[in-house]
């Protein structure tokens, strides 16, 4: 059983914007701290944010100000909103969760791209 799914990855023109969602299980939603990561081809796996069960947040450097990352607790699902996306914003997109043991999603893809 998938222990995080990710969703709303697609294809957005330079400027636009994208939510993605984490759904998880009840157990971990309540107790894990949760984050986003990106991948690009080529690249090293990078923050882009985390947030911790009383929503506290951090954020990379390079998204600061463009994404906003939120958790709804009624749903069990992390979000982030991503805002004046970017074409190196290009790569696939991975939800974890983490309080000891770690989890991984298998990740959404977003393309910037005109």
């Known amino acids: 059983q998938e222990k995080l799914v990710e969703s709303g990855g697609g294809v957005v023109q330079p400027g636009g914007s994208l939510r993605l969602s984490c759904a998880t299980l009840p157990a971990i939603f309540s107790i894990y701290t949760m984050g986003w990561y990106r991948q690009a081809p080529g690249k090293q796996r990078e923050l882009v944010a985390t947030?911790?069960?009383?929503?506290?947040?951090t954020y990379g450097d390079i998204v600061k100000g463009r994404f906003t990352v939120s958790r709804d607790n009624t749903k069990n699902t992390m979000y982030l909103r991503m805002s004046n996306l970017k074409p190196e914003d290009t790569a696939v997109y991975y939800c974890?969760?983490?309080?000891?043991?770690?989890?991984w999603g298998r990740g959404t893809q977003v393309t910037v791209s005109s």
């Open positions: 974890k969760a983490w309080w000891g043991l770690e989890y």
């Open positions: 947030i911790t069960t009383d929503n506290s947040t």
